[in-house]
């Protein structure tokens, strides 16, 4: 099968969805590549991906940003403006006459705008998720007033979007299952891969805590600010010793003013796989957001026994007190830390059981097999319409 991928970004091991999926399709098909840059370190970055062929269309970071306050007064998504520069246009339809692909993959909310500039190319979209749902949590519970205005803007105009994307049937990738009653025609569930092999430190472990997660991230910070403020004295006041090893990209002056009283911050690591070889549990405290939380995922395929709340486990559609502790206040989430930290065996079971929910769910095995299912519904598309 000849293969267009469209992204609005080189996918990386900072994208690491975008990146694994990517390497899988060009393991089995032709696949080129079509994606905008910022600067050289992201041209670099696409020479090294697994592609015959790619073009780069550039985006320079002040024009990203002049089309997304020029959206505000055209009804589209900030998002879709934002990665919506008309080179991109001109260069993708080039592609579809040059290359004549027998599928056009776009990655991601940003390029959803390309899917009519496609004609009949058939078109799969990874989207990821219904990212709108994020924006409408923003808008009720944001951090400050700027964040919920942002989600008030931004969660009608992408719902509007993905709307149509259901309306058109164009076949849409979701990483997260739908929550029951949710549920809508034409999606596809494919995980995000994840084999993460750690080698786990042999013996008794020290009573760390480890939170991991993009620090730039808003629902980020603020559940990682509530777990130190509500939860990590009565942590330890039960258990002493224990410590909190925050690792996370770009943090904001509030995190790096945590360090202290058993905190530590380790601010833009180049691997995370260190970190939990040496953690006793793992958190995830995100009380808002949408799909699947990467960072639950990781922790459990590494064996470290994790906590996290009811929002998070549902998505991802995993069990409390089998794959995770599940806890909702301050009071649960200071019990449930300090079980697992005092109780090894209990803890080592519920790793155990983590980690092959992860193999069974989100393995490159597993997702090969759900992304393969996925595009086997283009064929099914198309033998639906020559009916």
């Not at 409408?136 to 992408?158: D, F, I, P, T, Y």
């Not at 990682?224 to 090893?245: S, T, Y």
Request: aromatic share 6%.
């Amino acid at each position: 099968m000849k293969i267009l991928f469209v992204a609005p970004w080189i996918p990386a091991s900072v994208r690491p969805r975008s990146l694994v999926i990517l390497e899988m399709l060009a393991a089995e098909h032709d696949v080129r590549f079509l994606a905008l840059t910022h600067d050289d370190e992201e041209a670099r970055l696409a020479e090294q991906l697994p592609v015959k062929d790619r073009t780069l269309v550039a985006n320079p970071f002040v024009g990203s940003m002049l089309r997304s306050a020029l959206a505000l007064s055209t009804g589209v998504s900030l998002q879709t403006g934002y990665a919506s520069p008309k080179a991109l246009t001109d260069a993708l339809r080039q592609a579809l006459d040059d290359f004549q692909p027998d599928v056009v993959h776009l990655n991601v909310f940003r390029t959803v705008h390309l899917v009519e500039a496609c004609g009949r190319t058939p078109v799969i979209v990874d989207l990821d998720e219904f990212r709108s749902e994020y924006y409408e949590q923003l808008a009720s519970h944001g951090a400050n007033l700027g964040w919920r205005a942002l989600g008030r803007v931004e969660a009608s105009r992408m719902r509007a979007r993905e709307d149509k994307l259901v309306s058109m049937g164009v076949p849409l990738m979701l990483s997260a299952p739908s929550l029951p009653g949710q549920e809508r025609p034409n999606t596809f569930l494919v995980r995000s891969p994840c084999d993460f092999s750690v080698q786990r430190q042999e013996g008794p472990i020290t009573p760390t805590v480890l939170f991991v997660g993009r620090l730039s991230y808003e629902a980020n910070v603020n559940g990682l600010m509530w777990f130190v403020r509500e939860c990590w004295q009565g942590i330890r006041d039960a258990v002493p010793d224990a410590r909190l090893r925050i690792v996370g990209t770009d943090p904001p002056k509030a995190v790096q003013a945590l360090v202290g009283n058993g905190i530590e911050l380790h601010a833009n690591a180049p691997a995370v796989e260190p970190y939990y070889a040496d953690a006793a549990v793992a958190i995830a405290p995100i009380f808002r957001g949408t799909g699947v939380q990467l960072k639950l995922i990781q922790a459990m395929s590494a064996g470290v026994p994790t906590v996290t709340t009811s929002m998070v486990a549902d998505r991802a559609g995993v069990q409390d007190g089998v794959h995770v502790s599940v806890a909702d206040d301050k009071a649960g989430w200071i019990t449930a830390v300090s079980a697992l930290l005092s109780a090894p065996e209990a803890a080592e079971r519920i790793a155990s059981n983590g980690r092959e929910w992860v193999v069974a769910h989100h393995s490159s095995a597993a997702v090969r097999r759900q992304l393969q299912t996925a595009y086997a519904s283009l064929s099914s598309r198309a033998e639906a319409d020559a009916s």
